[in-house]
């Protein structure tokens, strides 16, 4: 999944107004947000109870954005991420794709889990290929082709024909997000997708899943990604959105404004994670 360096421009600044990128890699007629999230809240029925697990929250991503979910463990950032996927129902609020209303799963939107979620009786070919198992309107040989060039994207050509138990782990995570890649979206939703890894695995998919978005022959637009990981949150995002301890509300949807490429030894990083550290205690 290596990125061609040619290829790449300048990192858009977040303007103060919007929170929208100042600046854009592609063109695009739609000027609002990508993702629009407008005051869900969820809770979960228990007997004669409810279990309140999101309240009101209201936040946005837009074009060539990378925004974080964080917040405490159990606050409902993974639960948050699988509404925006349209997996789960929000009990109020709505959500939008290009201002659209989100009623459940679309192409345009695709995960990739913390766990790895393959099938280990299929290659990794047929794993990304079972991602695309309900496109109606293509051919099998064309899902073959898609799911292909998914794997080379992902760095695993070569390795079409090979089982999960035959994977490391970085491998089975690049399955998954083969998998994703092939339904070519414009939305990239990541649950922890490094936090099972080791780190040299970790870094290096962080610096290539960041490639795709700023590499304008990809499709994805947007990524959203939640993370316990401070100094991961402060590399990647242009916006950290922090939930509190459940219910989950937006304490803060905080810019992140540090030039790119990102020094994790610069003062002014380390400075951006003490503040986001600040509101996460």
């Not at 948050?80 to 345009?108: C, M, N, Q, Y």
């Not at 990794?124 to 799911?147: H, P, Q």
């Not at 990239?188 to 290096?204: G, H, I, K, Q």
Request: charged residues 20%; aromatic residues 6%; hydrophobic residues 40%.
């Amino acid at each position: 999944m290596a990125v061609n360096q040619s290829s790449k421009a300048a990192t858009p600044s977040v303007t103060a107004e919007s929170g929208a990128p100042s600046g854009k890699w592609s063109q695009d007629s739609w000027a609002g947000p990508i993702v629009e999230v407008e005051h869900v809240s969820l809770s979960f029925a228990k007997e004669k109870s409810s279990l309140p697990v999101l309240n009101d929250i209201s936040m946005s991503a837009f074009q060539n954005e990378f925004v974080a979910l964080t917040g405490p463990s159990g606050c409902g950032k993974s639960t948050l991420l699988r509404i925006i996927a349209g997996l789960i129902h929000a009990t109020s609020g709505t959500v939008k794709f290009r201002g659209d209303p989100i009623t459940g799963p679309r192409h345009e939107l695709a995960m990739v889990f913390q766990t790895f979620v393959l099938l280990p009786w299929k290659t990794s070919l047929d794993n990304v290929m079972f991602g695309l198992s309900a496109r109606t309107d293509m051919s099998d040989e064309e899902k073959r082709k898609i799911s292909v060039r998914a794997l080379e994207n992902a760095g695993l050509a070569g390795f079409e024909n090979v089982y999960p138990s035959e994977l490391s782990g970085g491998m089975k995570q690049r399955v998954g997000i083969a998998r994703a890649l092939a339904l070519q979206p414009q939305v990239l939703l990541m649950d922890e997708p490094f936090s099972a890894l080791d780190n040299l695995t970790a870094d290096r998919l962080r610096r290539e899943i960041y490639g795709l978005l700023i590499n304008p022959s990809s499709p994805i637009h947007t990524v959203i990604m939640v993370s316990h990981n401070v100094e991961e949150i402060v590399e990647l995002s242009d916006r950290a959105v922090v939930l509190s301890a459940r219910p989950g509300h937006v304490v803060i949807d905080m810019k992140n404004e540090l030039p790119r490429p990102r020094n994790k030894k610069s003062e002014e990083f380390l400075q951006s994670v003490d503040k986001l550290y600040s509101y996460l205690a």
